[in-house]
């Protein structure tokens, strides 16, 4: 019997090593920018503040898939080709995961928008500012 070709994976797999890198170096900003939203403006309304926590837990549970997805294709199925093959589970969870996130922001979006854009009253307590567009 033959020994399998070895294929060659760093088009494929060595992306996931890159794609994590960048994941993480991404959700470590979106952790400083919650941080900063959630000290500087808590007096917005408390459905904003829950939707701004509920995307933030969504993509950090996304990133956990991927952490899981590149744990268990780097390194429980190293030198594993034919099991390189099957889509895990944690990939599977990952595109579900995504849709949820994409139609939260949709959603949402356009009260973001309708809230920052409105002409303040004298009532309001603080100016909206352009740094809470860094919020999404």
């Keep these: ?8 994976i760093t088009l494929t797999y060595g992306m996931i090593e890159l794609g994590m890198a ?5 959700t470590g900003i979106a952790t400083l920018q919650i ?3 959630l000290s500087t403006y808590y007096q917005d309304s408390k459905l904003l503040i829950s ?4 995307v933030y ?10 952490l899981h997805a ?7 199925s190293f030198g ?6 099957a889509v895990s589970w944690s ?3 990952c595109v579900i995961m995504n849709g949820f996130i994409a139609f939260a922001v949709q959603v949402c979006t356009p009260q973001f928008y309708t809230d920052v854009t409105r002409v303040p009253t004298a009532f309001d307590h603080r100016p909206f500012t352009a740094s809470e567009f860094t919020v999404y």
């Design 1 to 8: 019997m033959e020994p399998l070709e070895r294929p060659d």
């Design 22 to 26: 960048l994941a993480m170096f991404l």
């Design 35 to 37: 941080w900063n939203y």
């Design 51 to 54: 939707t701004v926590i509920s």
């Design 57 to 66: 837990v969504m993509d950090s549970v996304h990133t956990a898939f991927l």
């Design 70 to 76: 590149s744990f268990h294709y780097l390194v429980q």
């Design 80 to 85: 594993d080709y034919e099991a390189l093959n």
């Design 91 to 93: 990939i599977e969870a």
